[in-house]
């Protein structure tokens, strides 16, 4: 079957098996391999993209789902300059990054957080980062990367 | 110091944020296959029959493969025990039977599960106290037959026991009879995953007779060896190529996919890539060994530890793998932290019919201190003395000799960390209140000795090549330690530092990211390559500038004039002059820290015999445990670490917090157990609890800064420290909060509801 939908701003129209997922769509399809497969059943977040601005588990949504939606993904939240986003930058100053298998996932999560709340308490960013599993860094310099994104915190 | 001791990024965080870094899964060539295997369902039994006719017609598969086309050949990291597939027996559940090659990887995993093997079951041995009954069954009923891997001497091992370590002082007996009081525990000790988000990979390739594999992996150069064993080539025949890597934490030291995607690669004429899905990865994994420790230590009235009985039996799985090498790690925690009178260890590794057990992080340490700690805190007790201060009173000093011989000449280091934690928050204020309670733990751990080698390149822009084989697994070793090295060493900024991947075809052999070395010995060896190079461009910059070399000095991004400001000449312009003046400007350099002085006759089987740079730890915690629900909530943690020198304080912050993270995930949540049918229970990431960021508290760390007389700039081991005294801390504290005993990991609610119990029964 054919899926249309929107990624990073382009139209794009591929042809798919009925049974797949957005994240072989979005890895083996359209080769934007950025979004991470971690555990194949929503556990880790580390295949976190945006779909019409919330972020999803890539790896259990089926395609077809998604069908004339907007996704977004890591890739896209570079500026068309190629310059980082804000929280991308964060996570470069804080030292928020180890393997950075995990990073695509957290930054896309925390991008939909301050999209929907700009001033997060540490609580807050915490809650949201429930569904992302980061095995080097035990979280610190990730929340310590969100409060400096949000003009809070050293870095 | 302009670059060394700065919070300086790292080298990949930019490629790593935009999703641009290439990780082993994300490799791939033009024409690739894909690979998967098919895996026992059963842990023990006879393979009666393999069918593969089913798989073999499915869509897009090219072809299945088993034990029939892989050379006859058992290999191993000590013992060569292991076939790449069974043929005959099946020794645990997840050992590989079948490999599939297809068009895609959805086809070649249904075609996997496709492959019918009938097998006859036989009852499998599911835990080191089965493994050691008396009549048990023997896992390998050959093993006599089995070689010990080249160049190692063979060591004591017999049936279901396939490494022992022996140390066995005079008197042991006697002092125990001199003891005021006996105190005996025994420990029962999970297994932990390494649960890296990146699952094993591997793309391999033939051509030209000789094989090529890409891999996320953290020692190639022992990819390449082990490869070429299982393989039954020359190392020289298999080249490994270097990717990002996807955290490892020592599940990615020894081979697991590459000699498959190696040989189906042959096999189907054309690159295959292979990818475990989590599953299988939980499966196959090479998970920080379970154990069963029974230790007993006799004391005085006053407080000394006049005897000790260490029985340690650790749970190999169904291949020995590297737990014969293991079995040494006790001699160095035993008889260390605390004065010990005369001592007795036995050490053993164990066949079971489980998924074969490896390095993680901090390799033993964490449950070694768990039992050394709980018990030290159970003899102060059963005196009636302060846990601390029974501690204090037994700290090892400068130059105490370690139960191997091996003098610390630094050991009183120590007593400075336990003044440090006391300086930051004193021992009695923690602890108070309702179901409240402080453990301490103090560690010594070593920082691995073993050898590496960087090529050093001047390009002709003036920026410096750093060729290494030393893998970045995360940990900021290579993107910050060795990188922050060789700037200040050529006096340029890290951005003008320029790393490479691994490529064991290239220079720069090295031992893997293992046991804290990459930023000690490989940055001692861009130190060592550094000399030529700078002795290099004085020499050119010399007879450009008309000068005599020694009055020249490499530093400001350039050559200067010793004792003026300016740069004469840039290092572009010094490398591109070499090159009609005896031809570019490189260097090699290596290093491997020389073996400090022990005793070989202190032990028998004692595969690894030193513990060299020794750095020192001590740790707090105070807890809350909930009466109802038997949760543990964290209040506060601190760390003291002692750690040479900082070279990126941000990085070893880093691997400080992210060290106790997994140490707490170790002791509270991350059980990876076995059912009496010798089966994980766990066997996805859903069901193996791994810490999340409610989880984690504060961290509050206290850096000791002692440089290592020999180190970069005075740059010890950081990595796997933090993670080796935090089960034995937060046991400790649930132990005083509960007033019962805590004697497993990891420390489920169910545990301290026990405890409590326990406790409470204890008070009436």
């Given at each position: 079957?054919?899926?249309?939908?929107?990624?990073?701003?382009?139209?794009?129209?591929?042809?798919?098996?009925?049974?797949?997922?957005?994240?072989?769509?979005?890895?083996?399809?359209?080769?934007?391999?950025?979004?991470?497969?971690g555990?194949?059943?929503?556990?880790?977040?580390?295949?976190?993209?945006l779909?019409?601005?919330?972020?999803?588990?890539?790896?259990?949504?089926?395609?077809?789902?998604?069908?004339?939606?907007?996704?977004?993904?890591?890739?896209?939240?570079?500026?068309?300059?190629g310059?980082?986003?804000?929280?991308?930058?964060?996570?470069?100053?804080?030292?928020?990054?180890?393997c950075?298998?995990?990073?695509?996932?957290?930054?896309?999560?925390?991008?939909?957080?301050?999209?929907?709340?700009?001033?997060?308490?540490?609580?807050?960013v915490?809650?949201?980062?429930?569904?992302?599993?980061?095995?080097?860094?035990?979280?610190?310099?990730?929340?310590?990367?969100?409060?400096?994104?949000?003009?809070?915190?050293?870095? | 110091?302009?670059?060394v001791?700065?919070?300086?990024?790292?080298?990949?965080?930019?490629?790593?944020?935009?999703?641009?870094?290439?990780?082993?899964?994300?490799?791939?060539?033009?024409g690739?296959?894909?690979?998967?295997?098919?895996?026992?369902?059963?842990?023990?039994?006879?393979?009666?029959?393999?069918?593969?006719?089913?798989?073999?017609?499915?869509?897009?598969?090219?072809?299945?493969?088993?034990?029939?086309?892989?050379?006859?050949?058992?290999s191993?990291?000590?013992v060569?025990?292991?076939?790449?597939?069974?043929?005959?027996?099946?020794?645990?559940?997840?050992?590989?039977i079948?490999?599939?090659?297809?068009?895609?990887?959805?086809?070649?995993?249904?075609?996997?599960?496709a492959?019918r093997?009938?097998?006859?079951?036989?009852?499998?041995?599911?835990?080191?106290?089965?493994?050691?009954?008396?009549?048990?069954?023997?896992?390998?009923?050959?093993?006599?037959?089995?070689?010990?891997?080249?160049?190692l001497?063979?060591?004591?091992?017999a049936?279901?026991?396939?490494?022992?370590?022996?140390?066995?002082?005079?008197?042991?007996?006697?002092?125990?009879?001199?003891?005021?009081?006996?105190?005996e525990?025994?420990?029962?000790?999970?297994r932990?995953?390494?649960?890296?988000?990146?699952?094993?990979?591997?793309?391999?390739?033939?051509?030209?007779?000789?094989?090529?594999v890409?891999?996320?992996?953290?020692?190639?150069?022992?990819?390449?060896?082990?490869?070429?064993?299982?393989?039954?080539?020359?190392?020289?025949?298999?080249?490994?190529?270097?990717?990002?890597?996807?955290?490892?934490?020592g599940?990615?030291?020894?081979?697991?996919?590459?000699?498959?995607?190696?040989?189906?690669?042959?096999?189907?004429?054309?690159p295959v890539?292979?990818?475990?899905?989590?599953?299988?990865?939980?499966?196959?994994?090479?998970?920080?060994?379970?154990?069963?420790?029974?230790?007993?230590?006799?004391?005085?009235?006053?407080?000394r530890?006049?005897?000790?009985?260490?029985?340690?039996?650790?749970?190999?799985?169904?291949?020995?793998?590297?737990?014969?090498?293991?079995?040494?790690?006790?001699?160095?925690?035993?008889?260390?932290?605390?004065?010990v009178?005369?001592?007795?260890?036995?050490?053993?590794?164990?066949?079971?019919?489980?998924?074969?057990?490896?390095?993680?992080?901090?390799?033993?340490?964490?449950?070694?201190?768990?039992?050394l700690?709980?018990?030290?805190?159970?003899?102060?007790?059963?005196i009636?003395?302060?846990?601390?201060?029974?501690?204090?009173?037994?700290?090892?000093?400068?130059?105490h000799?370690?139960?191997?011989?091996?003098?610390?000449?630094d050991?009183?280091?120590?007593?400075?960390?336990?003044?440090?934690a006391e300086?930051?928050?004193p021992?009695?204020?923690?602890?108070?209140?309702?179901?409240?309670?402080?453990?301490?733990?103090?560690?010594?751990?070593?920082?691995?000795?073993?050898?590496?080698?960087?090529?050093?390149?001047l390009?002709?822009?003036?920026?410096?090549?750093?060729?290494?084989?030393?893998?970045?697994?995360?940990?900021?070793?290579?993107?910050?330690?060795?990188?922050?090295?060789?700037?200040?060493?050529?006096g340029?900024?890290?951005?003008?530092?320029?790393?490479?991947?691994?490529?064991?075809?290239?220079?720069?052999?090295?031992?893997?990211?293992?046991?804290?070395?990459?930023?000690?010995?490989v940055?001692?060896?861009?130190?060592?390559?550094?000399?030529?190079?700078?002795?290099r461009?004085r020499?050119?910059?010399?007879?450009?500038?008309?000068?005599?070399?020694d009055?020249?000095?490499?530093?400001?991004?350039?050559?200067?004039?010793?004792?003026?400001?300016?740069?004469?000449?840039?290092?572009?312009?010094?490398?591109?002059?070499?090159?009609?003046?005896?031809?570019?400007?490189?260097?090699?350099?290596?290093?491997?820290?020389?073996?400090?002085k022990?005793?070989?006759?202190?032990?028998?089987g004692?595969?690894?015999?030193?513990?060299?740079?020794p750095?020192?730890?001590?740790?707090?915690?105070?807890?809350?445990?909930?009466?109802?629900?038997?949760?543990?909530?964290?209040?506060?943690y601190?760390?003291?670490?002692?750690?040479?020198?900082?070279?990126?304080?941000?990085?070893?912050?880093?691997?400080?917090?992210?060290?106790?993270?997994?140490?707490?995930?170790?002791?509270?949540?991350?059980?990876?157990?076995?059912?009496?049918?010798?089966?994980?229970?766990?066997?996805?990431?859903?069901?193996?609890?791994?810490?999340i960021?409610?989880?984690?508290?504060?961290?509050?760390?206290?850096?000791?800064?002692?440089?290592?007389?020999?180190?970069?700039?005075?740059?010890?081991?950081?990595?796997?420290?933090?993670?080796?005294?935090?089960?034995?801390?937060?046991?400790?504290?649930i132990?005083?909060?509960?007033?019962?005993?805590?004697?497993?990991?990891?420390?489920?609610?169910?545990?301290?509801?026990d405890?409590?119990?326990?406790?409470?029964?204890?008070?009436?």
């Amino acid at each position: 079957m054919d899926l249309t939908l929107t990624v990073n701003g382009s139209e794009r129209t591929v042809s798919i098996e009925p049974d797949e997922t957005l994240l072989r769509v979005l890895r083996e399809r359209l080769k934007l391999t950025g979004t991470k497969e971690g555990c194949s059943e929503g556990e880790c977040g580390a295949c976190t993209v945006l779909v019409d601005g919330r972020p999803v588990d890539s790896c259990i949504m089926p395609a077809p789902v998604v069908a004339g939606a907007s996704v977004t993904t890591i890739e896209g939240l570079t500026g068309p300059d190629g310059s980082l986003s804000p929280v991308q930058q964060a996570f470069v100053d804080n030292f928020a990054v180890q393997c950075g298998f995990c990073t695509p996932g957290f930054v896309v999560t925390l991008t939909a957080l301050l999209d929907e709340n700009p001033m997060p308490t540490e609580q807050e960013v915490k809650t949201s980062l429930s569904g992302n599993l980061c095995r080097c860094t035990g979280y610190a310099t990730i929340v310590a990367a969100v409060m400096a994104a949000t003009g809070r915190g050293s870095a | 110091m302009t670059v060394v001791g700065r919070s300086v990024p790292r080298a990949d965080a930019a490629t790593k944020v935009r999703g641009e870094a290439t990780y082993g899964v994300d490799f791939e060539v033009a024409g690739t296959l894909y690979g998967a295997l098919a895996l026992s369902t059963v842990p023990a039994g006879h393979i009666r029959s393999i069918d593969t006719s089913a798989a073999e017609a499915m869509p897009g598969v090219r072809g299945v493969f088993t034990a029939a086309d892989a050379p006859d050949i058992r290999s191993g990291l000590a013992v060569n025990d292991q076939p790449l597939f069974a043929s005959d027996v099946v020794r645990f559940e997840g050992e590989a039977i079948a490999a599939v090659v297809a068009e895609t990887m959805a086809q070649a995993r249904t075609a996997a599960a496709a492959v019918r093997v009938e097998i006859e079951e036989m009852e499998a041995i599911a835990t080191v106290e089965e493994a050691l009954a008396e009549g048990a069954p023997l896992i390998h009923d050959d093993w006599h037959t089995y070689s010990v891997r080249d160049g190692l001497p063979d060591f004591p091992r017999a049936g279901n026991v396939c490494g022992e370590m022996t140390v066995d002082q005079a008197g042991v007996d006697e002092a125990f009879e001199n003891a005021d009081v006996v105190v005996e525990d025994v420990f029962h000790i999970d297994r932990q995953y390494q649960a890296y988000l990146e699952p094993k990979n591997a793309t391999g390739l033939y051509a030209d007779g000789r094989y090529t594999v890409h891999v996320a992996h953290q020692q190639p150069w022992n990819v390449r060896d082990r490869t070429a064993a299982a393989l039954g080539v020359r190392p020289s025949d298999v080249r490994i190529v270097g990717h990002h890597i996807g955290g490892g934490f020592g599940a990615k030291l020894d081979t697991a996919l590459e000699p498959y995607a190696a040989l189906l690669a042959r096999l189907a004429g054309a690159p295959v890539k292979m990818v475990h899905d989590r599953t299988d990865d939980i499966l196959t994994c090479a998970s920080r060994e379970g154990a069963v420790i029974r230790m007993r230590s006799g004391v005085t009235n006053d407080g000394r530890i006049v005897a000790r009985e260490f029985l340690c039996d650790m749970d190999a799985g169904a291949y020995a793998g590297d737990t014969p090498f293991l079995t040494s790690i006790p001699i160095f925690v035993v008889g260390s932290l605390y004065r010990v009178g005369p001592t007795r260890i036995v050490s053993r590794a164990v066949y079971t019919n489980t998924a074969p057990t490896g390095a993680f992080r901090g390799v033993s340490g964490t449950y070694l201190y768990f039992a050394l700690e709980r018990h030290t805190d159970n003899l102060a007790n059963a005196i009636g003395m302060d846990r601390r201060e029974f501690r204090v009173q037994n700290l090892m000093s400068d130059g105490h000799v370690m139960l191997n011989g091996q003098a610390l000449d630094d050991a009183g280091i120590l007593t400075t960390a336990f003044d440090k934690a006391e300086q930051h928050v004193p021992w009695r204020e923690l602890g108070k209140g309702p179901n409240r309670g402080v453990g301490m733990a103090a560690a010594v751990w070593l920082t691995n000795p073993m050898a590496g080698e960087v090529a050093l390149q001047l390009h002709t822009d003036g920026r410096l090549g750093v060729v290494t084989g030393a893998t970045e697994n995360g940990s900021g070793a290579v993107a910050m330690g060795v990188r922050q090295v060789a700037a200040e060493e050529l006096g340029i900024t890290a951005d003008e530092v320029v790393l490479t991947m691994p490529d064991t075809d290239m220079q720069g052999f090295d031992a893997g990211s293992q046991g804290s070395r990459t930023t000690h010995i490989v940055g001692r060896a861009v130190h060592n390559a550094a000399v030529g190079m700078r002795e290099r461009i004085r020499t050119v910059a010399g007879q450009v500038l008309g000068q005599d070399p020694d009055d020249l000095e490499v530093a400001g991004g350039g050559v200067r004039i010793k004792g003026e400001d300016d740069v004469r000449m840039t290092l572009s312009d010094v490398a591109r002059a070499a090159l009609g003046a005896g031809g570019p400007i490189a260097s090699t350099g290596s290093y491997a820290t020389p073996a400090p002085k022990f005793d070989p006759e202190a032990a028998t089987g004692l595969l690894f015999p030193i513990w060299p740079t020794p750095t020192y730890h001590v740790h707090v915690a105070e807890v809350e445990v909930d009466p109802v629900t038997g949760e543990v909530k964290v209040l506060r943690y601190i760390v003291v670490q002692e750690v040479g020198k900082a070279i990126n304080p941000a990085g070893v912050m880093g691997q400080i917090v992210g060290g106790v993270a997994q140490g707490l995930g170790y002791a509270l949540y991350e059980g990876l157990q076995i059912g009496p049918d010798a089966r994980y229970r766990q066997r996805t990431l859903e069901a193996y609890r791994l810490p999340i960021a409610l989880d984690m508290p504060e961290i509050e760390v206290v850096l000791l800064e002692h440089p290592a007389p020999e180190g970069p700039y005075g740059a010890k081991g950081v990595a796997e420290p933090p993670v080796v005294p935090v089960a034995a801390a937060i046991g400790n504290a649930i132990a005083d909060a509960t007033g019962g005993s805590i004697d497993r990991v990891p420390i489920t609610p169910e545990d301290v509801l026990d405890a409590l119990e326990q406790g409470s029964e204890e008070r009436t």
